[in-house]
């Protein structure tokens, strides 16, 4: 009979441990010396303890392991044919298209693809009926497993304008509800990160942006899909996909909803740099990790050189291996929920979680999510969210290494840059101020590119 090594160790209390803990400060406080404050006013403690916390844990089975996503801009149909095709044959097991327009063929772009066991995302930065029911006649037809990308909301908080107007535009989703089976919409929660919004608001902010499609679509009867940038707090970030899982539950059961969210995931540009930019491939590594491990359905990767460089075969590749790497040498994908039962991530998600409820229920007693866009106040908290986060940044108490701290004075960029890296400034008419994505590291580089010989 096998002895549990466990019964020869007497149980520890909280209690027992705080009091080592104090012996061991020498007199020093213990709140202002291991108790720290997020940004989204959680406080962390040194260590969670199941006597003193009143989180229920639950464990979940047979969870699908994630599914490593990429990108193809369609410009050139028979290349992006040709590049869906290298890319699966080198682990790809999703492909995501940006479709440009609508004369896009494609039964071109999908000839010879892989149909079984593939799942295919079509982003289309358009509104057009007639494009849509060509997916789904292509989906119906040969039976592939296809998502549609539609987020009108989405292009009025980072374009300022809607696709045509408000209501057309809804009334254009209305019409794609009725006639398609493909999941149509989308919410692109990316642009809240990247542009500073801190934990809380970034999740309070998807569920307002996902309760105005339930308000405003008669019948949603397929998955919805929710993409989300994740950041550099490793366990907050686990958390934070967690929390966003279980708060879409919790509001689309209130519109009889039963379907579960699908979550595509990917690391934040927000912390991305320009110089030392070797190491943006360890900090998309750990925002992956946080990503598979909280329960994301599919990771999309950023390619290391994303910010200077156009899509390359080298960086899609790097930026591939990561993922295959997780999943099949660190086997990311063989422990079902692998952070359930921790006491920590399960005190995030709750507080989260809580926390963001609260915001989203303020938003909506205020109108709701595109009311409090038109109205700026959105707006208004995410600039007041970067900019603490750029202070602590300026001031060097948030580091990214080789930028603000341990720099290489040697290390030039102005010869390698390809794509524009900063902040474009487009001055035009829109109906709400846009949600503008920003580097925390974009103006320490513009000095420093000012300076090169």
């Not at 400034?425 to 709400?432: A, E, F, G, H, N």
Request: hydrophobic residues 35%.
């Amino acid at each position: 009979m096998a002895e549990n090594l466990f019964d020869a160790f007497e149980p520890v209390s909280s209690k027992q441990w705080k009091q080592q803990i104090q012996y061991e400060l020498k007199g020093a406080d213990y709140n202002n010396t291991l108790v720290w404050e997020s940004p989204e006013g959680i406080k962390v403690r040194p260590f969670y303890h199941d006597d003193e916390t009143d989180v229920k844990l639950t464990l979940k089975e047979n969870t699908k392991p994630f599914e490593i996503l990429q990108n193809i801009y369609v410009h050139d149909v028979a290349l992006s044919n040709k590049r869906a095709l290298d890319t699966l044959n080198r682990g790809a097991e999703s492909i995501r298209f940006t479709i440009e327009n609508e004369n896009v063929d494609l039964s071109y772009l999908m000839q010879n693809l892989p149909l079984q066991n593939i799942a295919y995302f079509f982003y289309l930065p358009f509104l057009s009926i007639d494009f849509v029911n060509k997916i789904n006649e292509f989906a119906a037809k040969t039976n592939a497993k296809c998502f549609i990308q539609l987020d009108p909301i989405g292009k009025l908080t980072t374009d300022g304008n809607w696709f045509e107007n408000g209501d057309k535009d809804f009334e254009k989703l209305n019409v794609i509800s009725s006639k398609t089976s493909v999941p149509f919409i989308t919410i692109q929660s990316g642009p809240y990160q990247n542009a500073g919004a801190n934990m809380v608001q970034q999740l309070a902010y998807t569920l307002a942006h996902v309760n105005e499609y339930f308000n405003r679509i008669k019948s949603i009867n397929q998955p919805i899909t929710i993409e989300i940038a994740i950041g550099t707090n490793y366990f907050f970030e686990i958390a934070k996909v967690r929390a966003l899982r279980l708060l879409f539950s919790t509001l689309a059961a209130e519109y009889n909803h039963t379907l579960d969210c699908h979550i595509i995931a990917t690391p934040t540009k927000r912390n991305k740099t320009l110089y030392d930019y070797n190491v943006n491939m360890l900090r998309t590594t750990t925002e992956c990790m946080s990503a598979i491990l909280g329960g994301a359905d599919a990771v999309a990767n950023l390619p290391y050189d994303s910010l200077y460089h156009k899509d390359n075969e080298f960086g899609d590749r790097i930026a591939r291996n990561q993922l295959l790497i997780l999943k099949y040498e660190s086997y990311f994908d063989k422990v079902n929920n692998p952070s359930d039962g921790a006491y920590y991530i399960e005190s995030l998600t709750e507080q989260l979680a809580e926390k963001a409820l609260l915001l989203f229920k303020e938003i909506e007693e205020k109108g709701g999510f595109i009311t409090q866009l038109i109205e700026g106040n959105i707006q208004k908290k995410i600039s007041e969210s970067a900019a603490k986060e750029q202070e602590l940044f300026d001031a060097g108490k948030e580091v990214l290494l080789g930028t603000n701290k341990y720099p290489n004075k040697n290390d030039k960029m102005k010869h390698d840059l390809e794509l524009f890296p900063f902040l474009k400034q487009k001055p035009r008419k829109t109906l709400i101020t846009p949600i503008i994505e920003k580097r925390l590291a974009e103006k320490l580089e513009q000095e420093r590119l000012a300076t090169e010989e």
